[in-house]
């Protein structure tokens, strides 16, 4: 089972969605759900896929800090990132890819001229892809972002950082996960959900024309989006501020280890939900230094 969120900005306690619906969402729920499904399947992911920090004031005050020990806290596998992850600058992205332990995979980024893999410092965490053995089958993880970057961030604020048209990166990245012989292939992509594809957000130009992408993790436009089909790629987009937390569950042959079934869906984060207490315990003391400053 893949457990995954998308588009958090920050957002730690339950919130309001952009129609007033009140105490919904928050990590510290997410977490919840993320935990009980942990039991029901330990063989398990638990993914983000980007627009982690930017948002809320304790987002602000711990310039993503905070959300970065969370992840880690809870055991995040990996996480894309998202173009709000940008908005307070490089030294904050150089700062949270430094302190993730959780791996940060995003392939169709230059840095400085360089491509991913090649840049030093910190964005040496970054990489196109990688693969994670679970319960004995190999899955392939791939990491976009969305090919909108410039059109919202002032140069400065990207600090040398530029994004290249994510279609061959990402055909380049399944050739390389099919020759490691995964037996499958999930992409972390920020971006997701329209009517009709647009200038961020390409999903069905990338998937309708690519063979072997099994499962595509969206975000980036706030959807609710539980299960839809691109070409052959089951995909499921989770929202936004944690308001639903997404699974996905594949199943495969135990002997031969081929997919057999995909099965994708997303949970309402309400007051069925408790607070994580492992979260609140450690956000509480930056939420109270946060509520102070408000005050």
Request: glycine share 10%; hydrophobic share 40%; proline share 5%.
């Amino acid at each position: 089972s893949i457990y995954h969120t998308t588009d958090l900005h920050g957002h730690i306690l339950p919130t309001m969605t952009y129609e007033s619906m009140g105490d919904v969402g928050g990590m510290a729920r997410c977490v919840t759900q993320i935990r009980q499904w942990r039991k029901e399947n330990p063989d398990s992911l638990v993914l983000d896929i980007g627009d982690v920090y930017q948002g809320t004031p304790v987002g602000f005050e711990t310039e993503g800090k905070l959300m970065l020990d969370l992840f880690n806290g809870v055991g995040y596998d990996a996480w894309a990132l998202g173009n709000h992850d940008f908005d307070w600058g490089r030294d904050v992205v150089d700062a949270a890819l430094a302190r993730s332990k959780s791996e940060v995979l995003t392939g169709n980024l230059t840095v400085s001229g360089k491509a991913i893999g090649e840049a030093g410092d910190a964005w040496q965490r970054v990489k196109p892809w990688s693969i994670r053995e679970v319960a004995g089958t190999r899955i392939g993880l791939i990491g976009l972002v969305t090919p909108g970057l410039p059109y919202w961030l002032s140069p400065k604020l990207l600090g040398g950082v530029a994004p290249l048209d994510p279609l061959p990166v990402l055909k380049k990245s399944v050739e390389a996960l099919k020759a490691e012989k995964v037996d499958a292939i999930v992409v972390l992509g920020h971006m997701g959900w329209r009517a009709a594809d647009d200038f961020a957000n390409p999903v069905r130009a990338l998937l309708e024309s690519m063979d072997g992408v099994d499962v595509f993790l969206a975000g980036h436009t706030h959807q609710d989006q539980p299960s839809w089909m691109t070409g052959k790629t089951l995909c499921t987009q989770a929202n936004y501020y944690g308001i639903h937390c997404g699974r996905v569950d594949l199943t495969f042959d135990a002997d031969t280890h081929k997919l057999l079934n995909r099965r994708a869906f997303t949970v309402l984060m309400d007051d069925r939900f408790a607070l994580d207490p492992v979260v609140m315990e450690m956000a509480r003391p930056d939420l109270g230094r946060t509520e102070e400053h408000l005050a």
